[in-house]
């Protein structure tokens, strides 16, 4: 889906550096979604947001920060990388129905982060 | 909080053959229930969901079931083919202060053989 697009593609860093990965979309939408995937272990939510005034926390922020800089720019950032957060990074984004409905999520193509 | 299980890890079938995979949940207030499939490399897009108000739901080779007092449902596909190879993720929506987010189970690797 070209609406929902993650910069950069692929990452290798070093244990200690700072590094922002970053999310735009087209679609409109309120919500925006980061989530972490791990081999084995489904994709796990790492921090979520309404609009621009609202950052939530999801099941594993610790070791994460976020900034909603836009309606259609959240960015995901490692304050000081180590290698256990080696992962695959999406981005997701809904509409965010009136009443709590749920609605679908549209990923992002991905960010490749290697941490040595 | 919402845990979500998912079963098989690995599923093989020949061409033409069916295939279940099937997904259990832990909230029994969930009651949004999406199936997204993951082709290497790419990213997870929506297949088929399925809403707490309905048993069942088909889309063409595809189809979904829920069983709300067990607290399962399952993903059936029909007539595999190659293409359908890929990773497949089950979610359910849990609510938390008015926000329905999703917990996803752990994905289930199908190859389907020519």
């Known amino acids: 889906d070209a609406d929902v697009t993650q910069t950069p593609r692929n990452r290798i860093t070093k244990t200690g550096k700072r590094i922002m990965l970053e999310c735009s979309q087209t679609?409109?939408?309120?919500?925006m979604y980061w989530y972490r995937q791990d081999p084995g272990l489904g994709l796990q939510l790492i921090y979520y947001s309404f609009d621009v005034k609202d950052i939530n926390k999801g099941e594993i922020s610790d070791g994460y920060s976020v900034s909603r800089q836009a309606q259609a720019k959240f960015s995901l950032s490692l304050e000081s990388a180590i290698p256990n957060q080696t992962a695959l990074y999406f981005c997701?984004?809904?509409?965010?129905?009136?009443?709590?409905?749920?609605?679908?999520?549209?990923f992002g193509p991905g960010t490749r982060l290697l941490v040595l | 909080g919402e845990n979500v299980e998912q079963h098989p890890s690995t599923l093989s079938v020949q061409e033409g053959d069916s295939a279940v995979i099937k997904c259990t949940y832990s909230d029994s207030a969930s009651n949004y229930f999406p199936w997204y499939k993951q082709e290497l490399g790419k990213r997870p897009q929506l297949i088929i969901d399925?809403?707490?108000?309905?048993g069942e739901k088909k889309d063409q080779r595809i189809a979904v079931t829920l069983n709300k007092t067990a607290k399962h449902f399952s993903l059936h596909i029909t007539e595999t083919q190659p293409e359908d190879s890929a990773v497949y993720f089950c979610?359910?929506?849990?609510?938390?202060?008015?926000?329905?987010?999703?917990?996803f189970g752990t994905g289930t690797r199908l190859l389907v053989s020519p």
């Open positions: 679609k409109g939408h309120d919500r």
């Open positions: 997701a984004t809904s509409e965010g129905l009136a009443g709590g409905r749920q609605e679908t999520q549209y």
């Open positions: 979610a359910a929506s849990m609510t938390n202060t008015g926000f329905q987010k999703l917990v």
């Open positions: 399925i809403r707490s108000n309905v």
